[in-house]
């Protein structure tokens, strides 16, 4: 079936109990913002070694393909997309599980 992608501005829409009420705790935050894309992206894969299994990371970018690019990413090296936020100042706070 075919489905509208959402703006790139957008968050998808997720029921109450599909998100979590506050973000998790992060063992890392990287600051992304101000930067295209796919640089949250190598910023990440540089450093999500460096937590431990199941450590949540933060990207916070505002670079609109980072919000669809970096869940994609997770699904493609087999960690969690655990959630993205909105962040006040504009932009995301995108958090991902370390898996392995």
Not at 3 to 28: D, I, M, V
Not at 30 to 59: E, Y
Not at 75 to 82: C, M
Request: aromatic share 6%; glycine share 4%.
């Amino acid at each position: 079936m075919w489905r509208r992608k959402p703006a790139p501005r957008e968050l998808p829409q997720e029921s109450a109990a599909a998100r979590p009420a506050a973000p998790p705790a992060t063992a890392l935050t990287i600051d992304a913002l101000g930067r295209k894309c796919p640089i949250p992206i190598i910023m990440l894969a540089d450093q999500i070694n460096t937590v431990g299994l199941g450590a949540v990371v933060a990207v916070l970018a505002d670079d609109p393909a980072a919000f669809t690019d970096i869940p994609a990413w997770c699904r493609l090296k087999s960690h969690e997309h655990v959630a993205s936020y909105e962040l006040p100042q504009g932009g995301w706070s995108i958090h991902v599980r370390r898996n392995y």
